[in-house]
C-alpha cells in the first residue's frame, strides 16, 4: 500500500512539472479570450448633473426657463394667486361701507292733497268745503365718527287753502327749520359697533396683506420644488438611458465573445434580465417626468389654450452645491420678528382686543342725551296784509319770533347685567386663548427653524456620502470592466458593478435635490410656517 501511494505521488510530481512550462508557453503564444470590438476602452462614462435635455414630444417645442423666469410666470399667471389678490379688495368694499354710514343722508319729499266735505257749521259761509294742502320738507342727517352722535336739520313748508270765510289766512303758508342733537354719554361714548368695525376692518385688511403674502410665498415654495423635481426627472431619464445604452453594449461584446467560444451562453442570462429591469426603469422615469411637467405647468398657465401647454419645459438652472452657512440662532431671531404668519397672529389678536373694548362697553349703563331747537313762521294773505305770501313766513323765521327747544336724557340699566358680564367674560377667555396659541406658535418657530438647520447639514452630509460613494462606484465598474477583459471577473460582477453605478447616480441626483429643498425651506421658514 505505502508503495503505491509513493509511486502515485511521484507521477503527480512530474506531470505538475511538465505542465508548468507548458502552461506558460501557452500563455506566451497564446491571445487570452478573444476581445470584441470596441471593448478597448474599459473608462466608464463620467455624467455630470445638469447636462440632460427632457425628452422630445413630437409636434412641441422645448422652451428653456430659468427657476426666476418660471417663478415671475407663475406670479403672474396663477389662478389661485388671482383670486387670493382679490380678497383684499372685498375688504375694501366692507370699509367703504362701514364709512358711508357717516355720509350725510340728504332727504326731500312733496306731498299734495285735495279733499272736500259738506259743511257742518254755518260760519263757513259755504254748503262744501274744499281743502287743499301741499308740503314741501327737506332734511339733512348724519351720524359722527366722534363719540356716537349724529345730528338733523330740518326745513319743512306747507301751503294750506280752505274755501271757509273763517280762515284767517286763506291759502296758509307755514315754514320751520329745526335742529336736533344727539349723543350716547356712558355705554356707546368711546366706542361702538361701527366705529370698532372701522378699526378692526383696517387691521384684518392689513391682515388679508399678510394672508396673500404668505400664499406668494408657499407658491414660490411650490414652483422651487416643483422645478426641481422637474430637473431631477429629467436627470433620472438621462441616467438610465446611459445606463441601458451601457448595458447594451456590453451584451453585445459579451454575444460575440460567445459566438467566439470565449464565454458560456449562461452568463448574459443575468445581464438580459438587467436590460429588462433598466428599461422599466426608464419607462417609469419617463412617466415620472410627465407627471412632474405637467404638475408644473399647472402652476404656470391661466388656461387650457396657454402656448406653455404645447411646449416643453427645459429648466436649466442647475443645483448650486456649495457648503451650507446656517446660522439657527440668527435664523430664529429673524423669524420671531418678521414671520409673516406669527405676524398675522398678533394682528388677529389685536383684532380680539379690539372687539373685547366693545363687550367691555356694554357693562355700562345706556344714557342718552336729546336736545332740538325750532323755528317756525307762517304767512299769507290776511286782513292785516292782505299781500301776504310764502316769504312773510320765512321773514318770521329769521326774526326767531317763535323759538321752541327742547332737551332730554333717556336712563336704561338691566339690572345685574348678567348677559353683558357673561360676554364680557366669554371675550376675556377668548383672548387668553389666543395669546396661549401665540405662545405655542412662537414656540414652535425655534422648533421648525432648528429643524430645517440641521436638516441643511445633514442633507450636505449626505449628498457628500453620496458624492464619495458615486466616484467609488465610477472606479469600481472601470475596474470591474478591465478585470473582465482580462479574465479576471465574471460577467456577473460587471453587471453588478453597473449597477451601483447607476444607483449611486440616481442616489447622488436624490440627495442633490433634496439639498437644494433643504435650504429652500430653511429659507421658507424664516418666512412663513411650513
Do not use: C
Not at 451601457?246 to 465573445?257: D, F, G, K, S, V
Not at 380680539?352 to 323755528?375: C, H, I, Q, W
Not at 353683558?420 to 406658535?441: D, F, P, V
Amino acid at each position: 500500500m505505502r508503495r503505491a501511494l509513493e509511486h502515485a505521488t511521484v507521477w503527480t510530481i512530474a506531470v505538475a512539472l511538465l505542465a508548468a512550462p507548458a502552461g506558460a508557453w501557452a500563455q506566451q503564444q497564446t491571445p487570452a479570450a478573444p476581445t470584441a470590438p470596441g471593448s478597448q476602452t474599459p473608462q466608464v462614462d463620467r455624467y455630470v448633473v445638469g447636462q440632460a435635455r427632457p425628452p422630445e414630444v413630437p409636434g412641441t417645442t422645448i422652451v428653456d426657463m430659468t427657476l426666476e423666469q418660471v417663478i415671475e410666470r407663475a406670479l403672474e399667471k396663477n389662478l389661485e394667486l388671482k383670486v387670493a389678490r382679490l380678497e383684499p379688495r372685498n375688504l375694501d368694499f366692507q370699509l367703504q361701507s362701514i364709512r358711508a354710514s357717516y355720509t350725510p343722508t340728504i332727504t326731500s319729499s312733496f306731498s299734495y292733497s285735495n279733499s272736500s266735505q259738506r259743511s257742518e257749521n254755518r260760519l263757513d259761509g259755504v254748503s262744501r268745503v274744499t281743502n287743499q294742502s301741499q308740503g314741501y320738507n327737506n332734511s339733512w342727517r348724519q351720524n359722527l365718527p366722534w363719540f356716537g352722535g349724529n345730528y338733523q336739520l330740518s326745513f319743512n313748508n306747507s301751503r294750506a287753502a280752505r274755501n271757509v270765510v273763517t280762515a284767517t289766512r286763506n291759502p296758509d303758508y307755514s315754514s320751520s327749520f329745526a335742529m336736533s342733537y344727539s349723543m350716547p354719554l356712558l355705554q356707546g361714548f368711546m366706542v361702538d359697533q361701527n366705529r370698532n368695525r372701522l378699526q378692526t376692518l383696517a387691521v384684518q385688511r392689513n391682515i388679508e396683506d399678510l394672508r396673500l403674502q404668505i400664499q406668494i410665498e408657499n407658491l414660490k415654495n411650490t414652483i422651487r420644488v416643483a422645478y426641481w423635481s422637474l430637473r431631477s426627472a429629467i436627470e433620472q431619464i438621462e441616467i438610465q438611458k446611459r445606463a441601458l445604452e451601457l448595458q447594451n453594449r456590453t451584451l453585445a461584446e459579451n454575444r460575440i465573445r460567445i459566438e467566439l467560444g470565449a464565454m458560456a451562453p449562461i452568463e448574459i442570462v443575468q445581464q438580459e434580465a438587467n436590460i429588462a429591469s433598466t428599461e422599466q426603469g426608464l419607462l417609469q422615469a419617463e412617466i415620472t417626468f410627465r407627471n412632474a411637467e405637467l404638475n408644473l405647468k399647472r402652476l404656470l398657465v391661466d388656461s387650457p389654450a396657454d402656448e406653455l401647454f404645447r411646449q416643453t419645459i427645459n429648466p436649466v438652472d442647475i443645483p448650486a452645491v456649495l457648503p451650507p452657512a446656517v446660522d439657527i440662532p440668527g435664523a430664529i431671531q429673524l423669524a420671531m420678528s418678521s414671520r409673516l404668519d406669527v405676524t398675522q397672529a398678533r394682528r388677529n389678536l389685536d383684532v380680539t382686543r379690539m372687539n373685547l373694548e366693545v363687550t367691555a362697553d356694554a357693562l355700562k349703563p345706556s344714557l342718552t342725551f336729546n336736545s332740538g331747537y325750532t323755528l317756525r313762521g307762517n304767512g299769507g294773505p290776511s286782513e292785516d296784509a292782505p299781500t301776504g305770501g310764502y316769504f312773510d313766513a320765512l321773514e318770521a323765521i329769521g326774526k326767531f319770533d317763535t323759538p321752541s327747544w327742547n332737551l332730554s336724557f333717556n336712563f336704561n340699566y338691566p339690572l345685574g347685567m348678567r348677559a353683558a358680564r357673561a360676554s364680557y367674560a366669554q371675550a376675556q377667555l377668548g383672548i387668553e386663548q389666543a395669546e396661549i396659541q401665540l405662545q405655542a406658535q412662537e414656540l414652535s418657530i425655534t422648533t421648525e427653524v432648528t429643524d430645517a438647520g440641521l436638516a441643511v447639514e445633514n442633507n450636505y452630509k449626505s449628498l457628500q456620502a453620496s458624492i464619495k460613494t458615486r466616484e467609488a462606484s465610477e472606479r469600481n465598474a472601470e475596474a470591474a470592466r478591465t478585470r473582465f477583459e482580462v479574465g479576471m471577473a465574471t460577467n456577473f460582477e460587471v453587471v453588478t458593478a453597473q449597477n451601483q453605478l447607476t444607483q449611486a447616480l440616481l442616489n447622488e441626483l436624490t440627495r442633490t435635490i433634496a439639498y437644494m429643498n433643504a435650504i429652500a425651506n430653511f429659507e421658507k421658514v424664516q418666512r412663513i410656517s411650513r
